[in-house]
């Protein structure tokens, strides 16, 4: 339900001891997202250094987007670090780039989340003009997830409908970018990811327990 992107920016002390934080949020969350800027300031062995801090998902978001071989090679290196899945741009297609990755992913057993929109408004520009696309993209190379973001919930809601309910979403734009906690839950996202709202608060710990709830009241009021 509660992904927590632990990239920078967060509060510097948090930062520099990510037990601290992963201490104060673990027993809220589902799952953690990781990006470039994560990687590049720790490394692999930061990695490893989440995953023996949780027991939860790790998702490195590396917006993949080259041939089948490049993200293939990509995604070798971080088998044995504890990553679980990491995200990739569909817009490469299936034929000599996602094809090649999926069964990379298989053998090494890190799933694939496909970009199928995103929160920021220039994804209106190029990316979702190409939405039904990467939907059946999705359901073709049999990929983890998708992502879409809490910002578009009429998005979200879309891409239910298409896909069903095999295919798990993952939702950025909570808090600072303008989505409410508990919004993309209500039209059809599994995970809202939550970064700034929680790793720039002076009680990440406290912070990420108030989304957790709002979220479930939200849940509960538009399920039943």
Request: proline share 4%; hydrophobic share 40%.
């Amino acid at each position: 339900m509660l992904v927590v992107a632990i990239d920078p920016p967060v509060r510097e002390e948090k930062d520099k001891r990510i037990d601290i934080l992963v201490g104060e949020v673990d027993e809220y969350v589902s799952g953690y997202k990781i990006g470039i800027p994560f990687i590049l300031k720790h490394g692999k062995q930061g990695i490893r250094r989440l995953r023996r801090l949780t027991e939860k998902p790790i998702i490195a978001d590396l917006k993949l987007a080259d041939i089948g071989d490049i993200m293939s090679t990509t995604v070798k290196h971080l088998a044995n670090t504890g990553v679980n899945a990491v995200i990739a741009h569909a817009f490469v297609g299936y034929n000599g780039a996602l094809e090649t990755l999926v069964k990379t992913s298989m053998v090494t057993g890190i799933g694939v989340i496909l970009v199928a929109s995103m929160s920021h408004d220039g994804s209106r520009e190029f990316i979702d003009k190409h939405i039904d696309e990467f939907l059946d993209l999705a359901v073709k190379a049999g990929v983890e997830g998708i992502v879409a973001p809490a910002t578009r919930p009429n998005v979200i809601r879309y891409a239910r409908e298409r896909l069903g309910g095999s295919i798990k979403i993952y939702s950025p734009g909570i808090g600072i970018q303008g989505a409410e906690p508990g919004s993309a839950l209500c039209v059809g996202a599994n995970y809202e990811i939550v970064g700034r709202l929680i790793t720039g608060s002076k009680n990440p710990g406290e912070a990420a327990r108030e989304v957790r709830e709002i979220q479930l009241k939200r849940w509960s009021k538009c399920h039943g």
